[in-house]
């Protein structure tokens, strides 16, 4: 079984699922982006919105233990 982690829905997520894979979208994983990255975020920010609204991503709480 494989499941792909990534921080980009428009390349990471999106192939994972495109090639049949499980996925787990996670937060940014870096401070700064380079250029061509920036566009993606730029065009995921609406859709993690919707998500949000529709409860179709759910945040993981944290543990600080």
């Known amino acids: ?3 792909v982690i990534g921080d980009q829905l ?12 499980a996925s ?3 937060e940014k994983l ?3 982006d380079h250029w061509p990255t ?3 975020r ?12 529709h409860h179709q991503l759910i945040p993981l709480e944290e ?3």
């Open 24 to 26: 787990l979208f996670v």
């Open 38 to 40: 920036r566009i993606n």
């Open 63 to 65: 543990n600080h233990e």
């Open 30 to 32: 870096v401070p700064r």
């Open 1 to 3: 079984k494989v499941i």
């Open 42 to 53: 730029i065009i995921e920010t609406p859709i993690k919105r919707y998500w949000k609204r």
């Open 10 to 21: 428009l390349t990471d997520v999106w192939f994972a699922n495109r090639l049949g894979y």
